[in-house]
């Protein structure tokens, strides 16, 4: 009898912690309700960013309120700082306490000291204009999560057969921003005209700042340049040293990754240019040079395709050395 007793004892206690399971259960829906909000929040924000002009955001009400919401989690980590620093943690914070962690790495070691404004959002990236150690610097925040991303999780999440897909989809985004650091490396050391890369830390990638204290550069796209036919030579060239030399392909060559810099042609957005044996290499090279023609048969230019492509293959680079070992 007793033995009946003790196991109708574990039935309630059973029964209790089934109660308390669901509790939780209940009270970690609500946190991730408060998750979509903080998420809505931070795309609204975002949004805001695109019309926004200098630094007057980093103090607006709204994004005072967010960043009392974490500050507090936040200053185990972050210590005590001056007060420009809430300004800055208010709005890095949306993006997420990793992408903040990040900056403030980057921020101890002095390679940015002060993040000043905004100069663009991308499909998958915002950049910034920030100050360092030796003057302006360009910093790209990789968004850390995308809308697609966001709909394909919210099926999978909760799923424990799929668990950890949010550290997955970051740890790609990592690598991805990695792998543009690397061929700006790769590019510069060619002699290449890109922003020269000073640090990358997670999602955070720190590069030379091509512009004025006020405005970025412009993109080839919007301007009229004075002598054509040199900056297509230059590009040319540009795109037969990235193959020939670097074994890279830029795979997204055209004037809206060009920027006009001190008169002459500087090429961005390399993240997602590939090494000469990945399968498509062949067609990413056609296609970037098909670009260039297109620019150039627009300003002017007469030039084929076959020839352009002739030149980026057979184009004598004798004269071009790699400045240091990778
Ligand atoms: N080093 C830099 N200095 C100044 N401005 C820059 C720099 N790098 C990028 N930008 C600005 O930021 C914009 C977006 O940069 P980039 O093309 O690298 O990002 P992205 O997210 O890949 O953009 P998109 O999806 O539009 O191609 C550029 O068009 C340019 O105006
Ligand atoms: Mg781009």
């Known amino acids: 009898m007793a033995v ?4 109708e ?24 309700a408060d998750e979509i909000h ?30 009392s919401e974490i500050e507090n989690g936040l200053s185990g980590v972050m210590g005590d700082g001056p007060f420009e620093w809430v300004d800055r943690r208010v709005f890095d914070a949306v993006f997420d306490r990793l992408t903040l962690m990040s900056l403030y790495k980057l921020m101890k070691s002095g390679v940015i000291d002060t993040l000043d ?43 424990p057969r799929f668990g950890g897909l949010r550290r997955r989809h970051r740890d790609l985004v990592d690598i991805w921003v990695r792998k543009e650091y690397r061929n700006l490396l790769r590019l510069s050391k060619w002699g290449l005209s890109v922003p020269m890369p000073l640090a990358v830390n997670k999602n955070v990638l720190v590069m030379d700042y091509l512009g004025t204290s006020s405005a970025p550069s412009p993109r080839l796209k919007d301007v009229k340049v004075p002598d054509p036919n040199s900056v297509y030579e230059e590009l040319l060239e540009f795109l037969a040293v990235t193959w020939q030399k670097a074994n890279l392909v830029h795979g997204d060559f055209s004037p809206y990754n060009i920027m006009w810099h001190g008169d002459k042609p500087v090429v961005i957005d390399v993240g997602q240019a590939v090494i000469q044996s990945h399968p498509r290499s062949q067609e990413f090279l056609v296609r970037d040079v098909t670009r260039l023609v297109e620019w150039a048969n627009k ?28």
């Not at 206690?13 to 609500?30: F, G, I, P, V, Y």
């Not at 204009?129 to 995308?146: L, Q, R």
């Open 117 to 159: 404004f905004p100069i663009a959002r991308g499909k998958e990236a915002h950049v910034f204009h920030g100050t360092g150690e030796s003057g302006p610097v360009a910093v790209k925040i990789f968004h850390t999560s995308n809308a697609v991303f966001k709909n394909l999780v919210q099926y999978i999440e909760g799923d």
């Open 4 to 7: 009946f007793f003790v196991t």
């Open 38 to 67: 903080m998420d809505s929040e931070s795309r609204k924000f975002i949004k805001s960013l695109e019309s926004s002009k200098g630094t007057s955001w980093m103090s607006e009400k709204k994004y005072k309120r967010m960043f």
């Open 299 to 326: 300003s002017g230019i007469e030039v084929e395709l076959a020839e352009a492509m002739f030149d980026v293959l057979e184009m004598d680079l004798s004269h071009v050395q790699i400045h240091e070992e990778e």
């Open 9 to 32: 004892d574990w039935d309630e206690e059973l029964a209790k912690d089934t109660k308390q399971r669901r509790h939780n259960r209940r009270r970690s829906k609500k946190k991730s």
